[in-house]
């Protein structure tokens, strides 16, 4: 229970870490041309954003045990 604790607020971390700092990240890493494609202008950050968001998700479903690794 411990380490489920610890690793969902190590996810929730990264992924805040991804919505807030996109932008950062993207001038980084550079446009996923993908992402432009399927969101239009502005799409790599909106693609981060919504893995940063996926990644909470998946964390808060795991502390509350309704995915297990």
Known sequence: MFWRIVLSLLGIG????????????TRTTGEFSWAVKY?????????????????????????FGIVSL
């Not at 990264?14 to 990240?25: D, E, H």
């Not at 799409?43 to 996926?54: D, E, M, Q, R, S």
């Open 14 to 25: 990264v992924g805040l870490v991804f919505v807030i700092y996109s932008y950062k990240i």
């Open 39 to 63: 969101f239009g202008a502005g799409g790599t950050n909106t693609a981060i954003k919504l893995i940063g968001v996926i990644v909470i998700l998946v964390s808060l479903f795991f502390l």
